[in-house]
């Protein structure tokens, strides 16, 4: 495989990771503003306790849409330490995003439902850009090569399973 195949092979696979990241961070981003919302305006729960709220459901909700389509193919041993650090950086995530709330809502006095909303958005497209370094970085570790080789050689090895399609995604 020449350099220029390999990197245009390794700029699709970013591609598709990004696309797959995004898919589920807008779904989150949805739950995160209904649940915000809905607390907002249903409670009389202060705006960043509510957003806290919208936060960790939505983490919640993003675990299970990473682990199980983002990153379904990375590595599924160390599920206990997997699960740690994406709510260590997940917290940090927290932080970010309800600290650019709080700031405008105490420190400048935005606190209309629209400029919570503006705000909130801003919070999330911050954290954002943590959560993705973090989560493919630390959380989401792709395979070894050595791993990937040894365990596609035992797979095809083994005659009676067929192995699924390498451009199913």
């Not at 409670?43 to 936060?55: G, Q």
């Not at 960790?56 to 990375?74: C, I, K």
């Not at 950086?89 to 935005?110: K, M, Q, R």
């Not at 989401?140 to 399973?161: H, I, K, M, N, W």
């Amino acid at each position: 495989m020449s350099e220029r195949s390999a990197l245009r092979s390794r700029l699709e696979a970013l591609t598709r990771e990004v696309v797959k990241f995004g898919a589920v961070g807008g779904a989150g981003v949805i739950v995160n503003f209904a649940v915000f919302n809905l607390v907002r305006h249903l409670t009389e729960v202060p705006v960043v306790r509510a957003s806290i709220v919208a936060t960790v459901v939505a983490t919640g909700t993003n675990y299970l849409g990473y682990r199980y389509f983002t990153y379904r193919d990375r590595d599924k041993r160390g599920r206990t330490r997997e699960l740690s650090l994406f709510l260590l950086f997940s917290v940090v995530g927290l932080v970010i995003e309800n600290g650019i709330l709080y700031a405008a809502t105490y420190g400048f006095d935005w606190d209309t439902p629209l400029q919570s909303n503006v705000f909130k958005f801003l919070g999330i497209g911050v954290a954002t850009l943590f959560r993705f370094w973090s989560y493919r970085s630390w959380v989401f570790r792709a395979l070894p090569a050595r791993t990937a080789v040894e365990t596609a050689e035992s797979f095809l090895a083994d005659g009676s399973q067929r192995p699924r399609s390498a451009t199913r995604d």
